[in-house]
């Protein structure tokens, strides 16, 4: 990922951050045929290994695990982004030399990708991933409130994925290469948009 030094996220509570909140991931993985992707829901357990390991499953009609893998794997995890118009650069009324950018934050995990298809580590990981997500809601719904027997003809649909993360970048892009006026501009701009995403970059920006 090209990241240029203002640009760079190398707070791993940061990453960390960002890893959990995003709800869809893509694992992207080098094969002789070319790179395959899938977007999937990827969870990190934290306390395996110095910066975790990632778990989650694809479909087993899915390619993308049959075909031998060249090097590490790679989970791209987005987090908020918002386009930046240059309408809210006070720069733009001095001298005019400004033009659109889109801010974000991004991680890349990278490691060596295993697939399995064990039913009871297959279990694990559906039901560990089920629980984060229905986790918040009034009345989550749990694995085991669908019959046994339905729950593993699902599992044999599936290939579970564990990859130990060996690296991670960063990158945050939130304004920092303007200065601190045109910073306030883009802040109060996302800031009064109708977007949830455009808000939370807002909340981003420094000051």
């Known amino acids: 990922m090209y990241t240029p030094p203002a640009f760079r996220d190398d707070d791993k509570d940061s990453l960390m951050a960002t890893i959990r909140a995003a709800r ?9 045929d070319g790179p395959l992707a899938t977007p999937l829901p990827l969870f990190l357990d934290e306390t395996e290994g110095e910066h ?13 695990w049959r075909v ?5 794997g790679l989970a791209i995890f987005m987090g908020p982004d918002a386009y930046v118009t240059p309408a809210w650069y006070p720069t ?15 991680v890349h995990a990278y490691g060596p990708v295993e697939f399995f298809d064990d039913a009871d580590r297959l279990l694990e990981v559906v039901t560990r991933l089920t629980n984060l997500h229905e986790g918040a809601r009034a009345a989550p719904w749990a694995v085991s409130d669908a019959p046994p027997d339905f729950i593993q003809s699902q599992l044999r649909g599936i290939v579970g994925l564990r990859m130990p993360v060996i690296r991670l970048e960063g990158k945050r892009k939130m304004s920092q290469n303007r200065n601190a006026a045109d910073r306030a501009g883009v802040t109060a701009g996302l800031a009064a948009s109708e977007r949830p995403s455009d808000r939370e970059v807002s909340a981003l920006i420094p000051s």
Do not use: C, F, S
């Open 92 to 106: 733009k009324q001095e001298t005019g030399k400004v033009v659109p950018t889109w801010n974000y934050a991004a």
């Open 68 to 72: 031998p893998a060249i090097g590490d």
């Open 52 to 64: 975790g390991v990632i778990h989650g499953h694809l479909a087993r009609a899915n390619p993308q």
């Open 24 to 32: 869809l991931a893509n694992l992207v993985t080098a094969t002789a």
